[in-house]
């Protein structure tokens, strides 16, 4: 049971990148996936969550009009499509899996290992 995050890089102001979780040893469709970020001497934050029926997704609001979360059930796959990228969206992204729908780490019990995203000149 296991939770791979990927397609973190260095990427300039503006930029964008998409980050993608996938599962394997078990099916995605029925949790809940959330993105959290934890900058360097920051506390680690929710960016943004999906539901595991309908679709539903949450967004904090310093991603809002910039980043989408969508998943792909086909693939066992959550993306998050990050656009307008600022030097503040460097940190370590994470993925996990959960029953509700919050921006609320501890709500999460399923942790990959995180992707590093560098927004910068």
């Known amino acids: 049971v296991q939770l791979q995050a990927s397609g973190g890089g260095l990427v300039q102001p503006g930029g964008s990148l998409r980050l993608s979780c996938t599962a394997s040893?078990?099916?995605?469709?029925?949790?809940?996936v959330g993105w959290f970020r934890q900058a360097p001497g920051k506390e680690r934050e929710g960016v943004s969550c999906i539901s595991s029926s309908d679709g539903r997704t949450h967004y904090a609001d310093s991603v809002k009009g910039r980043f989408t979360i969508s998943r792909d059930n086909g693939k066992n796959t959550v993306y998050l499509q990050m656009n307008s990228l600022k030097p503040e969206d460097t940190a370590v992204y994470y993925c996990?899996?959960?029953?509700?729908?919050?921006?609320?780490?501890?709500?999460?019990?399923?942790w990959g290992q995180g992707t590093l995203v560098t927004v910068s000149s």
């Open positions: 040893g078990f099916t995605l469709d029925y949790y809940a």
């Open positions: 996990a899996t959960g029953r509700l729908l919050a921006l609320i780490g501890s709500f999460y019990n399923n």
